[in-house]
């Protein structure tokens, strides 16, 4: 797999079942509305962030790639360097 340079949270898709949370709690937390949220250094954000931008200082990009396929609604998206997105599979 290609290395993960940015990610995003759809929240129109998400319904809060928080996994992504369990498996990666330094990259994702909820917010006031039960959504799933990104852990960036300027605060939490669901629009497409780089990951060097997240708050975390080593980014496991299995882990990510974990936390993602866990969603059961699919509303994390993973892009690669290139901008492809790498998850979900389109």
Known sequence: MAKITKLKVDRALCIGAASCVAIYPDVFSLDAENKAVLA???GPTS???EVT???VANI????LLLAAQSCPTKAIFLYDETGKQVYPEI
């Open 60 to 63: 496991d990009d299995g882990t």
């Open 47 to 49: 629009d497409l962030t």
């Open 53 to 55: 931008e997240l708050g």
């Open 40 to 42: 960036k250094k300027s």
